[in-house]
Structure formats: structure tokens, C-alpha cells
């Protein structure tokens, strides 16, 4: 099915089981421990070995020898494999650094062995035994340091041929030198850790040279295809199965270390082995969100205006790596005729630097929503209301794109009226209780709708069972959920009639799970083989498909009806779609939007921020299940408390890696640092998006919660900080003396 | 993990004698600390001696009337922390006790174990990076690394690690008592104030414990009265090891006891500051912090640690 003009009636629209809140189909597998996740996946495969990683002890160098006499030697041992005795792998086309390094080594804890033995302790403890000799080489590891000499990237997305260069529209200097009111100032952002609950994982197993890997992977096709690049081999020969996840967050966006030393572990082990990453190399071994440093500059009119803004941003990576795109949001939040943007790239010798929930502008609004927050107290301005006067509804850099549906001023002013906005006190450090200083503050949220081809294969059997499968993965997201609602609305029948099958390679390729895309595309794809297989089911009951109604499990047309189940009577009816769109994301700029509004209290003597409510206004096209729409939001606004008041990977720049890497070191909110959340979802549809008329929402709820944050403590202190994460020391010298 | 024996011992005596004449032998207790750094390889017995079998498990008056109490070593977390003359009595060890870890370890964790619990410093914890508590003779990267958590006071050249709980602060500021027993049936009795080491040239010594020595009780003197307060400063607000901590015990007058965790090898309690707690924080902090030496990562812990001792007086007085 091509999506290329925008989506009519349609039986969706039905809404008896989409839109309807409703409890994920597999929660009870999930609450009972039995979702099968994938190290713990003990039937798949028997005779399942145990390998664990041996990571490099030095961040930067040549690898000159490894002594595995010992290793070898010890109890329980099976096959050893190290970066020196195995051809070099490959690397995978999504990947900056090699996921199995040696002799050169990379960064820190970059794989360079694999031990495999009967028991997970006998692995590790061999691990252990192997003895390095390294030489080490000097690293870069100092973003600031490095910041001055990085080098511009391309700021646009219109990647290719254009040389790296300035972006800009108007004259940015001139109008910024002429406004009457400005903000100049340089936020920045830490590195941060996925930290999701389950790590990356691993069983693979050989059969001949077919490889299949049970592995906890987000896009099922990208991992297939690049573990075949790495491996050297086939992607026919490659299966993945990934039903279940512990959680992503991009962390399992592409092929890790796990899949890629299990499979080669396996095959020198002669057995299936199974690996997971143990939490303290994830860190280093792995992808982070990059630090960024960004100078922002906003110049107004007296009435609010902008009339100049720019966003740079740096950001640091490996050799080959990506930046972090925090201007990106700037570029379409905010009306202002003269604009200016640009990246800079430092090459880092630090763990690859790669996408975290909402890559670019998760960093980017923290830094801009602050900037905007500096502004409206400049103009003596409601903060609300500097963003609704600065409200388009077009993209600026092309005024005659318009949004496909923007509903950011609703999303404020809904959210400043539930929240109760209108009682903040705009003089900061005026606001008492006990202990704590109270302030509030506000962001707006802004992350683009990526549109994404998507496949599905729908099955009815003889008892009316409508069964879906696609590759489409369920990061704790409610994918099998949506998914379910999509083949019941469509087929009219009940979500007890609909089975689903996710996250396997053989399954049609999805969308996957990423960039807040999976929901809206997956259930698209899903939405189109459906309505192929009501052509097959009328085709097979001589019923006029056009004319058909869907519902109650039965057909109905015209005064003829007949059961769902009897069109399958005699054979299976299968049928396969995806969904494909055409340039109504080129005609429409398609994002979504939030209103953040946060309550802090900064306690007066050791300058601890707890939060004490939290509310978040979204608008992000239709919502498909209000139940699980609402879990991803209140789970990004706690990432994003996480980031405004304590999540920071620490680097020693002597040595080059990430200092707390583990969960004692690297702190996220616990639940005594949640208080009381509320998401509202305008009721909205997007009719360019897809046949859904939905949107992406599970990366919008992070979006400018951290900045929102910020502004409540600026609010409640008097103090501005523009360094994340807002830990006490920021501030604490500059509160009020007390005795 | 490397392969150890295992063996539960049935008297103090026994256990004392069975880790003395082991080389390499240590005793288990909760495990809530052992087990993780013998995962990550940073502890290597090679035989373990379970002690709970030793009927150390209750907490009783002191013989003669004297007020106080004995806390067997087995004690959990989780039960000197409800223990209504705990509650009642020692206030300060009540709180400090729950606001250390979570529920599942407290339920775990000992009284003993709590005392003999390893830094949490992050180079500790990477056995790549060199680290003269773990590894003597190595050196100390957290010195030229990353030391935000680390300690400012009493650290030397070789080491800047901190104590990282929080019953022991407590106990330090109530003059608790640590009971002990030797493979010979000899016992002593070690004032808190001597039981932890500052870290010198030795950082790998926590404790003044000789080899094979056993904790088998904590003794608490009589109650002081006054007004309890456990002050725990951290990044979130549970879960956490403290940046700063402070236990106190504030009398009516204005007099007291104060003793800091968080930035030191051991619980910091220095008495000639107390006796400026009429004074005020600031007179306090500048004693109690004499010869501090923070490093840029945490020297926000100088100006920290008088704002607490700020707020326990606020506390301590009804107007925070």
C-alpha cells in the first residue's frame, strides 16, 4: 500500500478498539516472568554453552601479545577466541568501531576476546586469566579541550553532496547586532547512558552456516544484515529472533559486541553459547548519548519577536562517527526570519558516541528551552507566552512546507491552565516551604514524525483467528498491543480473535523499534496486509470488497452476511502488505509537540532538587492506546529528570573512559524521586502521517522535560545553571547563606 | 568468581580459628558487599567461613544495668532498624541504618558486615585501573581521575577513598563499642573512634581488625536523650551512597555531638568541634574541617558539609 495523499475514512476511524485505553496482550507473560527474553531463552536451543567478553584495559594502543595458556588451562573451559588468533570481522555498516577489536584497540573495553565454557562463572573467571600486552597510545578524551578545534559537519539534513557548511536564512549577525533584547550563552550536556534494564544479550547457534541468534535487538533487519557483514557471511543464512526486550532506548538499535563474539564463540565451541554484556562493561563496550557544548543566541523585539536566532552545537565521536544534532529542533520549534546553525565535530578516542531516546533533540531543547526561559525574563515576558508569540505554523526555512498538524499552542496553554501556571511567582527565589525553595518552570517539546516502510503478514484461520507477524519489535513500548488493536479494528474482530508474532527475521521487515517511529509505521504496515486479506475473504466469500463491512467477526455486504471463519473454512487465507509512503513528508513538515511544566523544591541549605509534580501536554496525532501512550510519556519525563538533576557519565580524560560504569555510579531516578505525573493527549489526527493518522509520542516525552527542570530550579533559586546535570555543587555556593 | 570452599562455623571461637589458620580465608556474612567484589574478582578468598550459625543474631540490655545495649554481629539492617529500643533510644542509628541501600539489602545485611563494607570508590571497583586499596603499590588514579564522591579529610598520597556507609557514622557519634573475638578465645573491646583506619601508606587496611579476628557484637552505651538526626545528602533521593551525611545528637541547650560521613576513610567526628555547636555551622565546619584537603571534583564538599551541619541545627532548633 503507497501512503501518498492524505488518509480519508477509513475503518480505522471506527475506533472500537483503537484509541480505546487497553492493557498490553502480553502483560501477563511480563508480570508472571515469562516473556522470553533473550538470555534466559533455555528451550530455543540445547547443549547451550556460556561465553563472557574479555574488554580492553586500555582506552587507546596496539594490542602485542595474548597469553590464553592459563585461560585455556582452566576448569570448565571450551574454546577461546581472541582478537589476534581470528580473522579481523568486519564492520557492520551502522557501526563507528569495530565490535570485535584487535590488534588495534579503539576505546576502552572494545571486545578483544571471548571465552566460552559450561558454566557463566567458569567464563568469566577465564576471562580474567588472559594476559594483555598492550601499548598504549596517547587518546583524545577531552571534549572542551578539543572543542575549539573541531571541525564543521553538514547541519542540514539534506545530506550529500554539499560541502559541511554554516547553515543559514536571513542575515543572523545583523539582526542578532540590532535586537534590543538578546541571550548569548553556552549550555552543556553530559554524556549519558541508555541504562536500560535489560542488557544486551545473546544465544547463538550454528547450523552448518546458518547462523540463528536469539538477541534483544530494536531493528531486527539492520541487526541480521550487519551481523552477516560482520561475520562475513550471508544474510539468508542469518536468523534473528527477538520478541522481547528489556528496554533500548537506541542502545540495541544496531548489532553490539553480544551477538557478534557469541556466533563466534559458538562456532569455535562447536555449541550455541549464549553471552550478555555484564553491566559494568556496558558503558564503555557500548553506545552512549555524546556530551555536547552549545552556544546559543537569541536576539527579540520588545514585544517577544525573535528576530535572530543560531544554534551551534559540538559534539565529540571516533574517527567516522556522527555528531549529535542539537540544533536540529531550533531549526522548525520557532518563527524568526534571520537564522543561523551549525555543527562542529571533535574526533574523541572515548566509547562510540551514538542515538539515545530522541537523539539531537533531547541535548538540543535542554539548551534552547533554557535559552528561551533567559529571554522571556530578559523581556520581562511570560515564558508561555514568549513561545506562543513565536508559535509557526510553516517551516522556516521554507515558508510555503507547511506542518501536516501543530498544535504547540494548545499544548501550552491546556498545560498552563491544568498546572496552574498563572500562580508562579515570576520573581525568582520568592517562593517558600520549610525546608525547600519552590519554583516552576516550563519547555516546550518538539521531535519529528519519521515516516518508515513496514511490512506484515496477516493470517485468518478456520476458527476466525486473525494472526499477525512481522519483525516489528516490542521494546517495552506496547507494539504487540497497538499492533493487535490495528488487526482487530481492521478485521472487526474482537483483540481476543488477533494473535501477534513479533521480532522475527522471518517474519515481513518492519519498521522496527527507533526514533519514536515504530508505533505509527508498524501499525501502518500492519493496517495494509489487513486490508489485502479483506480482499482475499471477500474474493472468497463472492462478497464486493468495496462494499464490505468488517465487524463483529462476520462479513457483512449488502443483505448477504457470512461468518469471518468461513471465509478460511477450507485453507488458511494469508495475505502480505506493507506500507510505503510517497512525499507527503516533503510536502508537510510532520513532528510532534508537548507543553512541560515541572514544580521543584531546591532544599535552602544543601541545594538538592527534588520534583515535586510533573505534567506534560502532548500532541502527537492520533493515539492509538491512550494506556500505553501514557507509560511511554510519564517513563521519558523520569529520563528526563534523570538528565536534568543527575545522569552523567563521568570521563577521566587521562585515561579515556566512562569512570562510573554501573549502576551504583551511574545514577537514574529510583521511584522516591517521581512524584505525582500527568500526561494529557489532545485529541488530535494527522491525516498526512498514515493510514493511522497517528504520530510518534515516545520519544516527545522526554523532549524538554530536563529544560523545564532547569527553569524551575532557575525559578525557585534565583540561580541559573547551564551545565547538566544540575547537581547540588552547581548551585550551592551562590543560594542564599544560611545559619 | 574464583572457586573457594565453604564452611558454617559453630561457635565464635571456631570461626575466628578456622579463618586464622586458612590463608586467604574470610568470613561471610549477608554477602551483600563480599559477593559482588569476589564477582569482579576485587576480593579472592579461597575459603569461606559462615558465621551464621553463631547465635549472634539478638540485640539485649548490657549485663549490670548500665542502659545500653548489645547488638549481636549477625543482627540484619532491617531489624536493628525497627527494634523498638533502637527507635526509641538511638534514633540516630534508627534513621542512619534506613537510609542506607534498599529494603532487600538491608533485610541482608549485618551489623558486622555493615562495618567491614569496602569503598565504593569507583577505581576500586575496575580492576584495569591502579588502585593502592585494592592492588597495593599501584597507585591511585582517583588522585588524577575522577574523585566527585571521594574523600576531602584524613586522605593521604596513597588514597582517597571514603567509608561509604552510613550505620557506622551513627555509631560513631553514640561512642559505640566493637566486640571482638581471636582463633585463641581472646576478645576485645574497640572504640568505634579506633576501628576504622585513616589510610596512610596502608590504604588496603580498613579496619584495625588483625588477621582473623571476629566482630561479634556492637555495643551501645546508654542513651543520651536529646534530638536524633541522620542528614543524608545525596544526588537522588534513595538508593544512593552520600556525598555528605551527617548523624547528630543535639541537646535542648544547644550542645551536642556531630559526626560526618561521606568524607573521610572513616566517620568524622572531631569533639572539639562539638563543643562550638553553640557557635553555630560555620564554627563548627571550620574545626571539624581543619587541614581538609579536596580535591577540584569534590570540594564543594567543604562548603556541603557546614550547610548540613546548618540544616541539623535548623533541625535540631523546630525552624528548618
Not at chain 1, 505534567?615 to 528526563?640: D, E, F, H, K, Y
Request: aromatic share 6%; proline share 5%.
Amino acid at each position: 500500500m503507497k501512503f501518498d495523499t492524505p488518509a480519508g475514512q477509513n475503518p480505522i476511524d471506527q475506533l472500537k478498539v483503537v484509541g480505546k485505553p487497553t492493557a498490553r496482550v502480553d502483560g501477563k507473560l511480563k508480570t508472571s516472568g515469562t516473556a522470553p527474553y533473550a538470555y534466559e531463552r533455555h528451550d530455543v536451543v540445547a547443549n547451550q554453552a556460556y561465553g563472557h567478553m574479555l574488554g580492553s584495559a586500555i582506552a587507546k594502543g596496539r594490542i602485542t601479545r595474548m597469553d590464553t595458556s592459563a585461560a585455556k588451562a582452566a576448569p570448565g573451559v571450551l574454546a577461546i577466541v581472541t582478537a589476534l588468533d581470528t580473522p579481523k570481522v568486519a564492520k557492520g555498516r551502522f557501526n563507528t568501531a569495530s565490535l570485535f577489536g584487535g590488534p588495534k584497540v579503539e576505546h576502552y573495553h572494545q571486545a578483544i576476546a571471548v571465552v566460552v565454557a559450561e558454566s557463566f562463572e567458569q567464563a568469566r573467571a577465564a576471562a580474567a586469566m588472559i594476559r594483555v600486552t598492550y601499548v598504549k597510545q596517547p587518546g583524545r578524551y577531552d571534549l572542551a579541550a578539543l572543542a575549539k578545534s573541531a571541525k564543521l559537519v553538514s547541519a542540514s539534513s539534506d545530506e550529500g553532496t554539499a560541502p559541511p557548511e554554516v547553515l543559514r536564512v536571513g542575515k543572523f549577525e545583523s539582526a542578532f547586532a540590532a535586537a534590543p533584547v538578546t541571550v548569548d550563552a553556552t549550555y552543556t550536556t553530559p554524556d549519558e547512558s541508555h541504562a536500560m534494564m535489560e542488557p544486551h544479550a545473546t544465544i547463538a547457534a550454528w547450523n552448518g552456516d546458518k547462523l540463528t541468534v536469539w538477541t534483544s535487538a530494536q531493528m531486527v533487519a539492520w541487526a541480521r544484515s550487519d551481523l552477516a557483514r560482520t561475520l562475513r557471511i550471508k544474510p539468508e543464512n542469518v536468523r534473528i529472533d527477538s520478541p522481547f526486550i528489556g528496554g533500548g532506548f537506541g542502545a540495541k538499535l544496531f548489532v553490539r559486541a553480544d551477538a557478534v563474539l557469541a556466533a563466534l564463540g559458538a562456532k569455535a565451541a562447536g555449541r550455541p553459547v549464549k553471552l550478555a554484556l555484564s553491566r559494568p562493561q556496558i558503558a564503555n563496550n557500548t553506545v552512549h548519548r555524546p556530551a555536547t557544548i552549545q552556544r546559543i543566541r537569541l536576539g527579540a523585539t520588545r514585544d517577544g519577536t525573535l528576530t535572530a536566532i543560531a544554534h551551534e552545537s559540538t559534539s565529540g565521536n571516533l574517527p567516522g562517527g556522527s555528531p549529535e544534532t542539537a540544533q536540529s529542533q531550533t531549526r522548525l520549534l520557532y518563527a524568526g526570519a534571520n537564522r543561523l546553525f551549525a555543527l562542529r565535530l571533535a574526533e574523541l578516542d572515548l566509547p562510540e558516541g551514538n542515538a539515545m531516546r530522541a537523539p539531537g533533540e533531547a541535548p538540543g531543547l535542554m539548551a534552547l528551552e533554557i535559552a528561551m526561559d533567559e529571554l522571556a525574563e530578559k523581556l520581562g515576558m511570560d515564558p508561555v507566552q514568549l513561545r506562543i508569540v513565536n508559535d509557526t505554523q510553516v517551516d522556516p526555512e521554507k515558508p510555503d512546507r507547511p506542518f501536516s498538524s501543530r498544535q504547540l499552542v494548545e499544548c501550552l496553554r491546556t498545560g498552563a491552565d491544568k498546572f496552574g501556571w498563572s500562580k508562579r511567582n515570576a520573581r525568582p527565589a520568592s517562593v517558600r516551604d520549610g525546608r525547600f525553595l519552590v519554583g516552576m518552570g516550563m519547555a516546550a517539546g518538539f521531535r519529528n514524525n519519521l515516516v518508515v516502510r513496514s511490512a506484515a503478514r496477516v493470517r485468518l484461520d478456520k476458527d476466525g483467528v486473525v494472526t499477525v507477524e512481522t519483525d516489528m519489535t516490542d521494546i517495552g513500548t506496547g507494539s504487540y498491543t497497538v499492533i493487535a488493536q490495528t488487526a482487530a479494528e481492521t478485521m472487526g474482530v474482537g483483540l481476543d480473535r488477533v494473535k501477534v508474532m513479533l521480532g522475527d527475521s522471518d517474519f515481513p521487515a518492519s519498521s522496527g523499534s527507533g526514533g519514536q517511529w515504530g508505533g505509527n509505521n508498524s501499525t501502518a504496515g500492519v493496517y495494509a496486509a489487513c486490508m489485502k486479506l479483506r480482499e482475499a475473504v471477500a474474493t472468497q466469500l463472492g462478497f464486493d470488497a468495496s462494499r464490505a463491512v468488517f465487524a463483529d467477526g462476520r462479513v457483512i455486504a449488502g443483505d448477504r452476511s457470512a461468518a469471518l471463519a468461513d471465509a478460511a473454512r477450507d485453507v488458511a487465507l494469508i495475505a502480505e502488505d506493507h506500507i510505503e509512503y510517497g512525499d507527503l513528508d516533503k510536502q508537510y513538515q510532520q513532528s510532534t509537540f508537548a507543553g512541560h511544566f515541572v514544580e521543584v523544591g531546591v532544599d535552602r541549605f544543601t541545594g538538592v532538587t527534588r520534583v515535586r509534580r510533573m505534567l506534560a501536554v502532548c500532541a502527537a496525532g492520533r493515539i492509538l492506546n491512550p494506556t500505553t501512550a501514557r507509560s511511554q510519556v510519564i517513563g521519558a519525563m523520569s529520563m528526563g529528570v534523570g538528565a536534568a538533576l543527575m545522569e552523567e557519565l563521568a570521563v577521566d580524560t587521562k585515561r579515556g573512559f566512562f569512570v562510573n560504569h554501573d549502576l551504583a555510579g551511574y545514577e537514574v531516578p529510583v521511584h522516591a524521586d517521581i512524584p505525582h505525573q500527568d500526561v494529557i493527549f489532545l485529541d488530535e489526527t494527522d491525516n498526512k502521517s498514515s493510514p493511522m493518522k497517528a504520530k510518534g509520542v515516545g520519544e516527545l516525552g522526554l523532549c524538554g522535560v530536563a529544560a523545564a527542570v532547569a527553569n524551575a530550579i532557575y525559578n525557585a533559586t534565583g540561580v541559573r545553571v547551564r551545565e547538566y546535570p544540575i547537581t547540588l555543587e552547581k548551585h550551592l555556593e551562590k543560594l542564599p547563606a544560611v545559619t | 568468581m574464583k572457586p573457594f570452599t565453604y564452611e558454617r562455623a559453630k561457635s565464635a571461637t571456631d570461626a575466628a580459628a578456622a579463618v586464622a589458620r586458612t590463608p586467604g580465608a574470610r568470613f561471610i556474612a549477608g554477602g551483600t558487599n563480599l559477593l559482588d567484589l569476589m564477582k569482579l574478582q576485587i576480593e579472592t578468598p579461597t575459603h569461606l567461613v559462615d558465621v551464621q550459625d553463631l547465635g549472634l543474631d539478638r540485640i539485649e540490655p548490657i549485663d549490670g544495668g548500665s542502659g545500653g545495649l548489645r547488638i549481636g554481629a549477625f543482627v540484619s539492617n532491617t531489624t536493628l532498624a525497627a527494634d523498638e529500643r533502637i527507635r526509641r533510644d538511638y534514633g540516630v542509628l534508627a534513621r542512619a541504618l534506613l537510609a542506607g541501600a534498599s529494603g532487600q539489602l538491608r533485610n541482608k545485611a549485618t551489623t558486622a558486615g555493615n562495618l567491614l563494607q569496602r569503598t565504593r570508590c569507583p577505581y576500586f571497583y575496575d580492576t584495569n585501573q591502579p588502585c593502592n586499596k585494592r592492588a597495593p603499590g599501584t597507585g591511585c588514579s582517583a588522585l588524577t581521575g575522577y574523585s566527585r564522591q571521594l574523600a576531602v579529610i584524613g586522605s593521604s598520597a596513597a588514597c582517597i577513598a571514603t567509608h561509604p556507609g552510613d550505620m557506622a557514622v551513627a555509631m560513631r557519634v553514640l561512642d559505640a563499642t566493637v566486640e571482638t573475638v581471636k582463633a585463641d578465645g581472646a576478645t576485645r573491646a574497640v572504640p568505634i573512634a579506633d576501628f576504622h583506619r585513616l589510610p596512610g601508606t596502608t590504604p588496603h587496611v580498613d579496619t584495625t581488625l588483625q588477621a582473623g579476628e571476629l566482630i561479634t557484637a556492637v555495643t551501645l552505651p546508654k542513651p543520651l536523650g536529646g534530638t536524633h538526626i541522620y542528614h543524608k545528602v545525596r544526588d537522588r533521593a534513595s538508593y544512593a551512597f552520600a556525598l555528605v551525611s551527617v548523624a547528630a545528637v543535639v541537646q535542648r541547650d544547644g550542645s551536642g555531638r556531630v559526626a560526618i560521613g561521606g568524607i573521610a576513610h572513616k566517620p568524622w567526628r572531631v569533639e572539639a568541634a562539638e563543643q562550638l555547636l553553640p557557635r553555630g555551622a560555620k564554627a563548627v565546619a571550620r574545626r571539624l574541617l581543619a587541614g581538609a584537603k579536596p580535591t577540584r571534583d569534590n570540594a564543594f564538599k567543604v562548603p556541603l558539609v557546614e550547610r548540613t551541619l546548618a540544616s541539623v541545627m535548623a533541625d535540631a532548633r523546630g525552624d528548618a
